[in-house]
């Protein structure tokens, strides 16, 4: 277990984190999510003992740490990173030769780890023949090819196309299963962090905040639908309608905006209508009140404080969703 307790950090004493306690738990897959500025980068470093807290303590195993022993055991790779002179093999080698493994593994994990992340090509390039995303796969590899206990990546995926990032997150999924790694992962990607990771938290000036994970489902798309891109998709006990050409694993989301709210079916266009209870009514910024609704599964709308009071909303009481097959976003 690598965490934060009691941190606050300070850059020429302004506070830049303020976290009470931020845990990556053994062979977890953690993500960070948040915008420019909010303290991810600074909490990576944190973690990867490159940068002792102003304030609190950072703990391995229960144990608060600051040494190079445990620096061995977790590896940060930064959003730009660097690599060394000489070539990608000579790159992925070092670390396995300053451990004093023998030639014929680090030639097994060489080869393993770059065939995993796609850049078998590249072995024999240096630096300067690279993409910035080619780059950033090249310093994945090389951290996962030393094996730490914790991985933590910083923007991984900010450089590189869709097929590489899909590669990226493939390789850590697998890493994952093959051992415990424990992976925490900052990214603005609100999309990624939720497609490859179990927990997702947001940080916002330097705190952690909620994330909201609303009417984000994970699915898999049939190869063909109804009518056009338009396919019908088991969510729970109902059947989302999206339009979309995609097919396979995929990511529904909803934004709670785009829900209309009524207490009874409405004369719409509207390809999805589901009529359930709501669970809770939440006041979370002025103005605005968060629907929390069963309606076979959990969905969360968002209506204006009149609009809630003009039509009687109370927990336990019927509601009606609907939502346009183009409001639903897939990913």
Request: proline share 5%.
């Amino acid at each position: 277990m690598l965490e934060l307790v009691g941190v606050r950090h300070r850059y020429d004493g302004r506070v830049v984190l303020d976290i009470e306690r931020f845990a990556v738990p053994p062979g977890a897959g953690v993500a960070i999510v948040g915008p420019n500025g909010s303290g991810k980068s600074t909490l990576l470093r944190l973690l990867a003992l490159l940068e002792r807290p102003t304030q609190g303590e950072v703990r391995l195993d229960g144990v608060a740490v600051a040494g190079a022993a445990a620096r061995r055991r977790i590896t940060l790779v930064e959003q730009r990173p660097v690599l060394l002179r000489g070539t990608i093999r000579e790159n992925l080698e070092f670390g396995l030769q300053v451990r004093g493994i023998r030639r014929t593994e680090v030639n097994r994990r060489v080869e393993n780890v770059a065939a995993r992340l796609g850049i078998t090509a590249l072995l024999r390039r240096r630096r300067h023949e690279l993409s910035d995303g080619e780059v950033q796969r090249v310093a994945v590899a090389r951290a996962l090819a030393v094996e730490p206990d914790v991985l933590l990546l910083d923007e991984p995926a900010s450089s590189a196309d869709r097929a590489a990032a899909q590669t990226l997150y493939r390789a850590l999924a697998e890493e994952r299963a093959r051992r415990p790694l424990a992976v925490c992962l900052a990214s603005h990607q609100l999309e990624d962090a939720y497609r490859w990771a179990d927990d997702v938290r947001a940080l916002a000036e330097g705190r952690l905040s909620p994330v909201t994970p609303e009417n984000l489902f994970r699915v898999e798309l049939p190869a063909t639908g109804s009518g056009g891109d338009l396919k019908h998709v088991c969510v729970g006990t109902i059947e989302i309608a999206a339009t979309t050409d995609k097919t396979g694993p995929a990511i529904l989301a909803v934004a709670p905006t785009d829900i209309f709210v009524s207490r009874e079916p409405l004369a719409s266009s509207a390809r999805n209508v589901f009529t359930g209870r709501v669970t809770r009514l939440t006041h979370q910024r002025p103005g605005t009140v968060q629907v929390t609704a069963d309606v076979g599964v959990e969905l969360v709308a968002v209506v204006t404080e009149e609009a809630a009071r003009d039509l009687g909303l109370t927990p336990g009481g019927p509601v009606v969703f609907s939502f346009k097959a183009s409001a639903v976003r897939v990913f």
